[in-house]
């Protein structure tokens, strides 16, 4: 894989981002779910018009990574946490989905996508970043945890009627100014 480029999402990349929300979401946690509960979140989650609607949502930042030409990951941020009751900043930003193609894994993509989202938050002046990861994903909490996210709470996601455990994880961050050096780490 040659070197991966990050850049924004645009219209035109809603059916590759609805192919990879789907493939990806599919291949790690597709088998947890009975069909019928899969199919109704694979719709409202990831078929075009869902993607279409994200994308237009001044709400949502889209970071694309793509190597080839070809997109093998994405990072969807919301400038608005779903979780405020426990927030502890006083601007507080969601991780949404941090996804890499399935095939792709291992490569560093989605610590370049971490990268890309810690600098966004940290540019807009957020003090704190939150996001959700199934309880049963260790392997994502560990990637967290290795950026300093710690759990704050149990949480709740659907898969159609389906109920998943999660947990909420938050990391506090030092919003970077104009005249910083740079110095400061989360």
Known sequence: MNDIQLRPASPADVPAL????????????????????????????????????????????????????????????ALTCSFPEHAKGGRTIELKQLYTDPDCTGRGIGATLMDWALAEVRARDADEIQLSVWSGNHGAQRFYARYGFVKVADVHFWVGAH?????????????ISADDSGTNSA
């Open 18 to 77: 609805s192919r990879l929300g789907n493939d990806s979401f599919v291949a790690k946690f597709g088998h947890l779910y009975r069909p019928d509960d899969l199919a109704t979140f694979l719709a409202e989650a990831y078929s075009p018009g869902a993607i279409e609607a994200e994308l237009a949502n001044p709400d949502r930042l889209y970071c694309l990574a793509t190597s080839d030409g070809r997109l093998v990951g994405y990072c969807k941020l």
């Open 163 to 175: 109920r998943d455990d999660e947990f909420l994880f938050s990391l506090m961050l030092v919003p």
